[in-house]
């Protein structure tokens, strides 16, 4: 009975003798009921993650460590992006403008028109920029033998805005 134990590898947290997975970062056998999961989708918006958030199992540890920090950081940005001004290329009023950005931001390939008003905003929070002015969004109808749908893209320059007058003007 020892023998087989001893050929099974042991749950660095609770010492069961159930290991089936590692941690990504800090390589810990992990049991079932240890292994802390990250889909896919928890990063969505963000284009390039960095080694540490590319795993799909933490330990305990890992996940406090390194995946509650940036997942705040992430949530904190999405929630700036989703309340930033947009202004299109049509809009003719005064944009309390006091910095613009050198390039404009793009944004190919999403699937409804708000998923790209917010793709570009987060890339401009994670900036610094405060504003997208000069966007301008796009859907193309793709035909794929009998099945329909939109694909949307767009472009938009970020900007720095005074949120005092922005206030005054509505």
């Keep these: 009975m020892a023998s087989t134990q001893s050929s099974q590898t042991l749950c660095d947290f609770c010492r069961l003798p159930q290991a089936q997975y590692a941690c990504g970062p800090c390589s810990a056998s992990l049991c079932r009921k ?3 999961t990250l889909e896919g989708s928890t990063f969505e918006f963000t284009e390039e993650l960095p080694e540490e958030l590319s795993h ?3 330990c305990a540890a890992c996940y406090d460590n390194i995946v509650e920090p940036a997942k ?7 929630a700036e992006a989703k309340e930033m001004p947009f202004w299109p290329k049509t809009y003719r009023g005064s944009i309390p403008v006091v910095r613009k950005g050198q390039t404009e931001l793009r944004v190919e390939q999403a699937r409804d028109r708000s998923e790209v ?3 570009l905003a987060f890339k401009a929070v994670r900036q610094g920029f405060s504003g997208l002015m000069y966007g301008e ?3 193309k109808k793709v035909r794929n033998e009998g099945y329909q749908k939109t694909e949307w893209r767009g472009n938009a320059l970020p900007v720095h805005i005074d949120r005092t007058r922005l206030r005054e003007d509505e």
């Excluded at 705040?72 to 999405?78: F, N, R, S, V």
């Design 34 to 36: 240890c292994a802390v």
């Design 56 to 58: 799909s199992i933490y």
């Design 72 to 78: 705040e950081d992430y949530e904190k940005t999405l």
């Design 117 to 119: 008003l917010l793709k």
């Design 137 to 139: 969004l796009v859907g």
